[in-house]
């Protein structure tokens, strides 16, 4: 007697709809770090911040100075310090979002690549603002900020970004088979990428030896080739961001069937093996 109603969605009523829910996930996971979204973002600035402080006090007592870009020192830092930032932190947001076991997949809208697009731009939100912040304040207050080509070194950040979320998709997939495993990977892999991503040195000046123990790394690539945008005077010869771009889309792809693999037998109770 009493039948639900069917009613016939359009295709754009569909998108509009999830699109507001990724908007109000996106609100819900920046403001997760803290009740007030200004002091999750003054949080997130002030840890970049102590980042370029901290990098730029080690190669002034190393006297690694002479070995940067000829350049603004402190512009070279922070091309180094924001990409590996926006690609650890977008890592660490997706690995971290509702998976298919979370009690949030119980509401009907709610399904996991919201969960994932959610928190994926949400971290893109938040370190994009967080660099505009701080390179606003450095023009200002110190010396005028000058970089060659910005909208070419904008899109190395966001390459930067989306092989982080990549990894961190086939991480999602993986972690309700193995949660321990993959925290400990998760983390041994971003404080590896603190030498690896090459944030401490460029491309040009390493011998071959030592280039093939980088350049496997997306990220070695992207922040190679991000100076190459901000700098006139320097040109990188060992890095391709296409390269960056193949691995992203690889293992996006792998990380999506895994996650639908994933879902598909997913099981209230592996919230208790947590």
Not at 22 to 32: C, L
Not at 229 to 235: D, I, R, T, V
Request: proline share 4%; charged share 10%.
């Amino acid at each position: 007697m009493f039948q639900p109603v069917r009613r016939n969605r359009s295709n754009l009523t569909v998108t509009l709809s999830m699109l507001e829910l990724i908007y109000h996930s996106i609100v819900r996971s920046v403001r997760k770090s803290h009740n007030n979204a200004f002091l999750a973002i003054a949080t997130n600035i002030l840890q970049s911040v102590i980042f370029v402080a901290a990098f730029y006090v080690m190669f002034s007592i190393l006297g690694l100075r002479g070995a940067a870009i000829r350049g603004d020192f402190l512009l070279y830092i922070m091309s180094g310090i924001f990409l590996y930032m926006t690609h650890s932190k977008a890592l660490g947001s997706v690995v971290g979002s509702e998976g298919p076991a979370s009690a949030m997949m119980q509401h009907a809208p709610m399904n996991t690549i919201i969960s994932i697009c959610s928190a994926a731009l949400g971290s893109l939100y938040i370190q994009v603002l967080s660099l505009g912040a701080i390179l606003f304040v450095y023009h200002v207050a110190f010396v005028p900020v000058h970089i060659e080509q910005p909208m070419a070194a904008f899109g190395m950040l966001i390459l930067a970004w989306f092989t982080g979320a990549a990894l961190g998709v086939v991480l999602l997939a993986i972690k309700p088979w193995f949660p321990t495993a993959v925290g400990i990977f998760s983390t041994i892999y971003q404080r590896a990428n603190m030498i690896a991503s090459g944030k401490m040195f460029v491309a040009n000046t390493l011998p071959g030896f030592m280039l093939a123990m980088f350049d496997w790394n997306p990220l070695f690539h992207t922040i190679d080739q991000a100076r190459g945008y901000a700098f006139l005077n320097y040109n990188p010869r060992y890095s391709d961001p296409m390269y960056a771009l193949w691995v992203g889309l690889i293992l996006i792809m792998i990380g999506l069937m895994g996650e639908f693999y994933t879902r598909r037998h997913a099981s209230i109770s592996w919230s208790a093996r947590r």
